[in-house]
């Protein structure tokens, strides 16, 4: 059980579903995770072996066994395969915050509107549903590419926590971003214009 009741939900759009992890989904996404470039930036990385899958799939469902994070695992609608996953992650409901993270895609679906329409669905949940107030987002400073599709949904970069954690590659300075609940209609306005140009 969750944290945050109502979190753990399928979600579905046009492009992608969003289901709950569950272990039936360690098959297909072992074989999405397996290009290195997903794991540049995300540690560990769980394309080196399939104990190092094997690590990261268990820890995940840990968590959301304990009820700490919701993971999800993202299905295209068209053509049915796993591509990825993501998750509600620092589940705070006594303050109306929490954290979208842990996202990684296959290459394949990289500039595709998997991520735009992702994004939409977990937003629209976190502020329409579960009455969040702010949503945040991190990365890794140095993560060009996420840092942009941050910024493409609309969220607002809030600064960077210098050497704020050991990772396997070095020491990460992290950015933040954050999505509040004022900026939720705007910010779904223009996800829905991408993913209609990305039709």
């Given at each position: 059980?969750?944290?945050?009741?109502?979190?753990?939900?399928?979600?579905?759009?046009?492009?992608?579903?969003l289901e709950p992890l569950a272990d039936a989904h360690a098959g297909e996404l072992y074989l999405a995770a397996q290009d290195p470039r997903i794991w540049e930036w995300l540690d560990p990385d769980a394309s080196a072996s399939p104990q190092a899958f094997a690590a990261w799939f268990a820890e995940a469902v840990a968590a959301a066994r304990r009820g700490e994070e919701v993971p999800f695992a993202v299905r295209d609608a068209r053509s049915g395969a796993v591509v990825g996953s993501t998750r509600y992650l620092a589940l705070a409901p006594e303050?109306?915050?929490?954290?979208?993270?842990?996202?990684?895609?296959?290459?394949?679906?990289?500039?595709?509107?998997?991520?735009?329409?992702?994004?939409?669905?977990?937003?629209?949940?976190?502020?329409?549903?579960?009455?969040?107030?702010?949503?945040?987002l991190k990365t890794d400073a140095r993560n060009e590419r996420s840092r942009a599709a941050m910024l493409a949904l609309g969220a607002?970069?809030?600064?960077?926590?210098?050497?704020?954690?050991?990772?396997?590659?070095?020491?990460?300075?992290?950015?933040?971003?954050?999505?509040?609940?004022d900026e939720w209609p705007a910010v779904r306005a223009r996800l829905e214009e991408r993913l209609l140009r990305s039709c």
């Open positions: 059980m969750t944290r945050w009741p109502g979190a753990a939900a399928q979600l579905a759009g046009r492009r992608v579903v303050h109306h915050r929490l954290e979208v993270g842990w996202t990684w895609y296959a290459p394949a679906v990289w500039g595709t509107g998997v991520n735009a329409e992702c994004k939409l669905l977990l937003l629209g949940h976190a502020f329409e549903r579960l009455g969040c107030r702010r949503v945040e607002t970069f809030e600064g960077v926590f210098r050497k704020h954690m050991q990772r396997r590659y070095g020491v990460r300075d992290t950015a933040w971003y954050s999505v509040v609940d």
